[in-house]
């Protein structure tokens, strides 16, 4: 709702945790896919890059982390009809076999955050997303990546 992704800096316990850190990587125009609950339901664009920025209030409510942390702005589409990623774990597990990875071997989805993912398995997710949510064939980026051919 806040049109944002935001991660502390370190845990409260001082360490540091790789997703959180994958932010100081964001740059302009860099497309996310956001899953929850094992669903795609939402993807948007990063208006910039990251900046330090304490805790959004609506977070802080949790008390779950360290008030000093990063900040992207972004913008989002809401997925209306989300697709659910277990309905690709064929897919997932040909395409998603690096070390910090957004899926498990056995296509379970990962605890955590801002994972790089493979471009192919993105256009396949954003493909079927498209197919049960089709005004996101007129959003330019997207439209750009569903016209690229996927490498299987």
Known sequence: R?????????????????????????????IFLHGVDGYVQAVSTARGECY???????????????????RVDCDYIMIRNAIKTSDFVDDIVRLCNVKYAPF???????????????????????????????????????KELLAEDVHD
């Open 2 to 30: 806040g049109g944002y992704i935001w991660a502390p800096i370190t845990s409260k316990d001082g360490k540091r945790v790789f997703h959180w850190d994958s932010l100081l990587d964001v740059r302009s125009g860099d």
């Open 52 to 70: 330090d920025c304490i805790q959004p209030t609506e977070l802080s409510s949790e008390e779950l982390w360290d008030r000093e942390g990063r």
């Open 104 to 142: 498990d071997r056995n296509g379970s989805g990962n605890m955590g955050y801002l994972f790089e993912i493979n471009r192919d398995l993105a256009r396949i997710f954003l493909r079927a997303s498209a197919d049960f949510n089709p005004s996101l064939k007129e959003v330019d980026y997207i």
